[in-house]
C-alpha cells in the first residue's frame, strides 16, 4: 500500500512534509486532521498518544510520529536523492543539522504564543506575558537562524531538501503571530520566497485549506481520520 501521512489544520507545521512528498514524487496517501478538533479526540491517542501531528503509516503498516523519524524514513526511501543527500556527505550533515535546529529551538519558541492564542480560559494577564515572552523567543531564534544561513537559493544548496519542508511548515507562524516583518532577516525571507512559489507548497498549502488542487500525480488521494485509526491504530 501506499504511505499515509497524517497531517494537520490549521497552519499546521505537517504542511511542509506533504510539499516533501510532492518532491519525492512516490505515490502517497495523506489523513487531513482537525487539529483543534479531531486531533484531541481520545480515539487520536491510538495513532499518537501525545495529539499531535504529523504521523506517518508506512507502506508496511507501521506508524511513525515525530516529523524527524518521518523525515528519517523518507530518507532511506529517496533512492534519487531528490530531497536528502548521500548519507556520508557534508551535505547530508548540514541538511540534518538544519532540521534539528528547527525541529526543536525554532519551532518550540512559539510554544508561548500558541498557549496564548488557545488557552481556554481566557486570562489577559497571562496571555500578555506569554506573548511578550514568545515574541523575544521567536525573534531570537530567526536571529541565530539567520546567522546559519549561506548565500543559496535553499537552505542547503540550489534545490529545496527536506531541511526546507521543515522549515516552510514553520516559518509562516512570523506573520500568524504579527510577531515581526519577515523582511528582518533577508536570508530567510528570501527562501521563504522560493518555496512560497514552489508548485509543491502551492499545493501542499491548498489541501491543507481544503481545496482539490493538480499535484505532481504522486497524491493517490486523502483516507478519513476513522478509517486510519481503525485499521492501523493500537487498540
Known amino acids: 500500500m501506499e504511505p499515509i501521512l497524517i497531517y494537520g489544520f490549521p497552519a499546521g507545521s505537517s504542511m511542509g512534509l506533504v510539499a516533501a512528498l510532492e518532491w519525492l514524487g512516490k505515490p502517497y496517501r495523506l489523513c487531513r486532521v482537525d487539529m483543534l478538533g479531531e486531533m484531541r479526540d481520545a480515539s487520536y491517542a491510538r495513532l499518537n498518544a501525545r495529539h499531535e501531528t504529523?504521523?506517518?503509516?508506512?507502506d508496511d503498516g507501521r506508524?511513525?510520529?515525530?516529523?524527524?523519524?518521518?523525515?528519517?524514513?523518507?530518507?532511506?526511501?529517496?533512492?534519487?536523492?531528490?530531497?536528502s543527500f548521500d548519507p556520508q556527505s557534508a551535505e547530508a550533515d548540514r541538511m540534518v543539522q538544519l532540521m534539528a535546529y528547527i525541529n526543536t529551538?525554532?519551532?518550540?519558541?512559539?510554544?508561548?504564543?500558541?498557549?496564548?492564542?488557545?488557552?481556554?480560559?481566557?486570562?489577559?494577564?497571562?496571555?500578555?506575558?506569554?506573548?511578550?515572552?514568545?515574541r523575544e523567543a521567536v525573534i531570537e531564534r530567526h536571529d541565530k537562524l539567520e546567522a546559519m544561513l549561506?548565500?543559496?537559493?535553499?537552505?542547503?544548496?540550489?534545490r529545496p531538501t527536506l531541511a526546507d519542508s521543515v522549515l516552510i511548515g514553520v516559518a509562516r507562524w512570523l506573520d500568524y503571530h504579527e510577531v515581526a516583518p519577515a523582511e528582518r532577516w533577508p536570508r530567510i525571507a528570501a527562501v521563504r520566497r522560493r518555496l512560497e512559489a514552489d508548485?509543491?507548497?502551492?499545493?501542499?498549502?491548498a489541501?491543507?485549506?481544503?481545496?482539490?488542487?493538480?499535484?505532481?500525480?504522486?497524491?493517490?488521494?486523502?483516507?478519513?481520520?476513522?478509517e486510519v485509526i481503525e485499521r492501523f491504530g493500537r487498540a
Not at 506508524?63 to 530531497?83: G, K, L, N, Y
Not at 498557549?115 to 515572552?133: C, G, N, V
Not at 508548485?199 to 498549502?205: D, G, K, L, W
Open 63 to 83: 506508524v511513525i510520529i515525530e516529523t524527524m523519524a518521518i523525515a528519517q524514513w523518507f530518507t532511506a526511501r529517496d533512492t534519487q536523492r531528490r530531497i
Open 105 to 134: 529551538g525554532f519551532t518550540g519558541a512559539f510554544s508561548p504564543l500558541w498557549s496564548a492564542l488557545e488557552m481556554e480560559t481566557p486570562d489577559p494577564i497571562l496571555q500578555q506575558s506569554l506573548r511578550t515572552w514568545g
Open 150 to 158: 549561506g548565500a543559496t537559493p535553499y537552505l542547503v544548496g540550489e
Open 207 to 226: 489541501l491543507e485549506s481544503g481545496e482539490t488542487p493538480d499535484g505532481s500525480g504522486a497524491f493517490m488521494g486523502h483516507v478519513p481520520l476513522a
Open 199 to 205: 508548485p509543491a507548497v502551492r499545493f501542499a498549502t
Open 54 to 58: 504529523p504521523a506517518l503509516v508506512t
